[in-house]
């Protein structure tokens, strides 16, 4: 069972989708000498407030532990 004082910042629910932004090309990547960004997005499941994280190649489990603290 997970304690009542986890979940999302605003709502307090526990259920998130994560989902994946990529972001490649344009002037700012090629100023920064990058080509790919990308970002794992984790949602709230009940109230839509999301939150955004670099993909640093580790566990996506992770995040969802900051979200929900
Ligand atoms: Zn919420």
Redesign the pocket.
């Known amino acids: 069972m997970e304690t009542d004082d986890r979940g ?1 910042p ?2 307090g ?1 526990t259920e998130t989708d994560v989902g994946k932004i990529s972001t490649t090309g344009g002037g700012l990547s090629k100023m920064f000498d990058i080509q790919t960004n990308s970002f794992r997005v984790v949602s ?1 499941a ?2 839509g ?1 999301s939150e955004l994280y670099r993909d640093t190649g580790s566990a996506g489990s992770d995040i969802v532990d900051v979200f929900l603290g």
Request: a positive charge.
């Open positions: 999302c605003k709502c629910h709230c009940n109230c407030y």
